[in-house]
C-alpha cells in the first residue's frame, strides 16, 4: 500500500488541488463537402471571420467566409485525407503572424512555419493579419524618397517612403528586377524590405533570394513564400500576413518596402475561392469584393505623423497584363488604388532597352514631391527630351533628318537612352546619378561614344567617393552650389578620358 506521507506525491498532489472541474463546452462541427483546398463547413455557430480551425486530420484552415447556414473555410495544411464527415474543431483563435527583429534573413510562409530549413522564429509576439489602415488624422505627407537606384526611375517616377506604386507590365519585361533592384539599393539605407512572393514558382523566387543574398542585406530583408503548389489560402494570406509584419516595424518609427508579387495571381486565387464558396460572379469572374480586397490591403501602407513615430511602409505592388491591355479588371483596379504606376514595355525589352519603362504611360502623383532637390534641378528637362527622341525615332525610320538641330536632338537623345539602359543589379547612388545628369545637361556626353557610357557609369562612383573636395556635399540642399558643380563635372571629364 503506498504511504500517503510520502514527500514524492506531493507534485501529484499539488496538480489534483488546482485542477479545474466542472464542464467544458467545445464546439465541434463536420465537414458538408471539400474541393481544391476549400471545406464547406456546418455546426460552428460561433466562429469569427478569419478563425483558424482544426480538422480531425490535424489539418488546418481559416473562416474565409461566413454563411447562412455554413462556413467556407480555406484550408492551410494539405488536406487529402479530409473528406465530408470529418469532424471540424474551433481554436478560438484568429489567424496571426510572428513578427519582430527575428525574423530578418528568414524565408517563410504566411504563418510564420519556416520554409529555410531553419527554426521557428525567434519572436514571442504574433499579430492578426487583418488590420485597419491608419486613418487619415495618423497620415503625414509623403516627403522623403525610396531611392531605387535605377536612373529611370529615380530621376522620372520618384517614389516616396509611404507611397504605394505599381510596376505593371506583360510577362518577363522585368517588374520583378526593378523591385529586386530596389530591396538590393537599401543594403546602405534605413529602410527594412520585405518580398511577398504570391503564387511564383519555386525557382523564381529562389533566383530573388539569391540576388538578394549576394547583392544586398539579408540581415534587413524578410520572404514571406506561398508558391505555386502551396495551398490556395495561404496564398491568399500571404500579402496580409507580410503587411502585418512591416506595420510591426513602421508602428516603432522604422521605415519598410514591401513588394507584392504578385497581385494578379492573388486576384486569381480570391476568384478560385469566391467560385468554390459559390459566390455570384462579375466582370471576368471576379466577385464583387475584389476592389475592396486590394484596396484594405493598399490602404495599409502609409506615411505615420509624427506624434505615430513618424514610420513609413511603402508598397510595390506588381501587376501582370496580357497583350499591353491596361484596360483589364486588374490593372484598372490596381491603378485606381496605388499612386501612381511603372508600366514596363514589351517592345522596349525586345529592342534591349533595359529597365523597359514606358516613360508615356509611367507616372508618380506624389513622389515629386519627396525627390531630392539636387536630383529635381538636374532632371528637369530629361523626360520631355526622352519622350521627343522615342517620337523622333520612330518617324526616323522612313528617311533621315536633313535639319542639324533635328539630328543634334536625336544624337542627345541616344545619349539619354545609354544613360538610363542599367544592367540588372547593379544599382547607382544618387551622387553618381547627379553627376552622370550634370554632365547629360552641360553637354559633355554629346561627342561621347556610347559603348563608352557604360564604361563611365562603372568607373564613376568610385572616382566621385574618393574625391576629397565632394565629401562634405549635401544632397539634401536645394541646389548644388557652384564649386561642388564644377568639382563634379571635373571627375566625370577624368572618368571619361579613363573609359
Not at 499612386?339 to 525586345?350: C, K, N, Y
Not at 536630383?375 to 528637369?380: C, E, I, L, Q, R
Not at 544599382?427 to 561614344?449: C, F, K
Request: glycine share 8%.
Amino acid at each position: 500500500m503506498t504511504d500517503q506521507t510520502d514527500p514524492a506525491l506531493d507534485p501529484l498532489r499539488a496538480r489534483i488541488a488546482s485542477a479545474q472541474l466542472g464542464a467544458e463546452a467545445e464546439e465541434r462541427g463536420k465537414v458538408i463537402a471539400i474541393a481544391d483546398g476549400l471545406a464547406m463547413v456546418d455546426g460552428l455557430p460561433g466562429a469569427e471571420l478569419n478563425e483558424i480551425v482544426t480538422f480531425a486530420t490535424g489539418a488546418r484552415g481559416f473562416v474565409l467566409t461566413l454563411e447562412e447556414d455554413h462556413l467556407n473555410v480555406a484550408c492551410l495544411d494539405p488536406a487529402d485525407d479530409v473528406a465530408a464527415g470529418t469532424r471540424v474543431t474551433r481554436t478560438g483563435l484568429l489567424a496571426s503572424v510572428p513578427v519582430g527583429e527575428g525574423l530578418f534573413g528568414r524565408v517563410l510562409d504566411p504563418l510564420g512555419r519556416p520554409l529555410d530549413d531553419g527554426p521557428l522564429p525567434d519572436s514571442e509576439e504574433r499579430l492578426p493579419v487583418e488590420r485597419p489602415a491608419p486613418s487619415i488624422i495618423d497620415r503625414d505627407f509623403v516627403s522623403e524618397p525610396v531611392e531605387t537606384g535605377l536612373l529611370v526611375v529615380d530621376a522620372l517616377f520618384a517614389i516616396g517612403r509611404g507611397q504605394r506604386e505599381l510596376i505593371i507590365g506583360e510577362r518577363q519585361t522585368g517588374k520583378t528586377s526593378i523591385a529586386v533592384d530596389t530591396i538590393i539599393n537599401q543594403a546602405n539605407s534605413d529602410i527594412i524590405s520585405i518580398y511577398v512572393a504570391i503564387g511564383q514558382r519555386t525557382s523564381a523566387v529562389r533566383h530573388v533570394i539569391d540576388a538578394v543574398r549576394e547583392h544586398g542585406r539579408m540581415d534587413q530583408t524578410i520572404f514571406i513564400v506561398a508558391e505555386a503548389s502551396a495551398e490556395p489560402g495561404l496564398q491568399w494570406l500571404a500579402p496580409f500576413s507580410a503587411t502585418s509584419i512591416a506595420e510591426w516595424f513602421r508602428d516603432r518609427g522604422r521605415h519598410v518596402l514591401i513588394v507584392y508579387d504578385d497581385l494578379t495571381k492573388h486576384a486569381a486565387t480570391h476568384r478560385e475561392l469566391a467560385l468554390l464558396s459559390r459566390q455570384p460572379p462579375g466582370r471576368e469572374a471576379y466577385p464583387g469584393d475584389i476592389f475592396y480586397l486590394h484596396a484594405r490591403l493598399l490602404e495599409r501602407a502609409a506615411k505615420l505623423s509624427k506624434a505615430r513615430g513618424g514610420g513609413s511602409l511603402t508598397a510595390l505592388p506588381i501587376a501582370e497584363i496580357e497583350a499591353g491591355n491596361l484596360s483589364a479588371y486588374i490593372p484598372t483596379n490596381l491603378i485606381s488604388i496605388s499612386d501612381g504606376q511603372i508600366v514596363m514595355s514589351q517592345s522596349l525589352f525586345a529592342a534591349n532597352q533595359r529597365p523597359a519603362i514606358d516613360i508615356g504611360l509611367s507616372v508618380s502623383r506624389v513622389g515629386g514631391k519627396a525627390q531630392r532637390a539636387t536630383m529635381k534641378s538636374v532632371s528637369g528637362r530629361l523626360r520631355l527630351d526622352y519622350a521627343q527622341y522615342l517620337e523622333m525615332k520612330m518617324f526616323s525610320r522612313f528617311g533621315g533628318f536633313g535639319d542639324e538641330a533635328m539630328a543634334a536632338r536625336m544624337k542627345r537623345g541616344e545619349r539619354i537612352a545609354a544613360l538610363l539602359a542599367q544592367p540588372r543589379l547593379s544599382p547607382l547612388d544618387l551622387l553618381t546619378q547627379i553627376a552622370l545628369l550634370s554632365a547629360l545637361n552641360d553637354g559633355m556626353l554629346d561627342d561621347v561614344d556610347l559603348a563608352e557610357i557604360a564604361h563611365l557609369k562603372t568607373k564613376l562612383p568610385s572616382m566621385l567617393a574618393n574625391d576629397s573636395r565632394l565629401s562634405d556635399l549635401d544632397l539634401r540642399a536645394p541646389k548644388l552650389d557652384h564649386e561642388k558643380r564644377s568639382a563634379i563635372l571635373e571627375v566625370v571629364q577624368s572618368a571619361l578620358k579613363q573609359a
